[in-house]
């Protein structure tokens, strides 16, 4: 699996709990309105407010998440894609730098 899909599948668990949040939180507005606690409107403004601070701090949670995920990944000797991009070219050029000694030796 790489990089990229783990941290997918961690931004996939992040929008998972924020559904389960979500519902939670209409459920306590319901119940806070059922048991007099809080009027209609105050119940939708509350769920409102705190759902949107939630998309506002969804943003910024992702990108905590990828620089957590990239100091994990760099502290497990995981190398980056554009390491192994480097590394292969280089390979690559060596491979071509061999055959063409090969094919020199061959003449």
Same mark, same amino acid.
């Given at each position: 699996?790489? @990089?990229?899909?783990?941290?997918?599948?961690?931004?996939?668990?992040?929008?998972?709990?924020?559904?389960?949040?979500?519902?939670?939180?209409?459920?306590?507005?319901?119940?806070?309105?059922?048991?007099?606690?809080?009027?209609?409107?105050?119940?939708?403004?509350?769920?409102?407010?705190?759902? &949107?601070?939630?998309?506002? #701090?969804?943003?910024?949670?992702?990108?905590?998440?990828?620089?957590?995920?990239? @100091?994990?990944?760099? &502290?497990?000797?995981?190398?980056?894609?554009? #390491?192994?991009?480097?590394?292969?070219?280089?390979? &690559?050029?060596?491979?071509?730098?061999?055959?063409?000694?090969? @094919?020199? @030796?061959?003449?």
């Amino acid at each position: 699996m790489d @990089n990229q899909d783990w941290l997918k599948q961690l931004l996939m668990i992040g929008v998972g709990t924020t559904s389960l949040v979500t519902e939670k939180l209409k459920e306590v507005s319901e119940e806070w309105v059922k048991e007099g606690k809080i009027n209609p409107e105050q119940a939708k403004g509350f769920v409102d407010d705190l759902m &949107d601070h939630l998309k506002s #701090e969804q943003t910024n949670l992702e990108a905590q998440m990828e620089r957590q995920m990239r @100091n994990i990944l760099q &502290d497990l000797g995981v190398p980056r894609q554009s #390491e192994m991009d480097e590394l292969r070219g280089r390979i &690559d050029r060596l491979e071509r730098q061999l055959r063409d000694l090969e @094919n020199k @030796n061959w003449r």
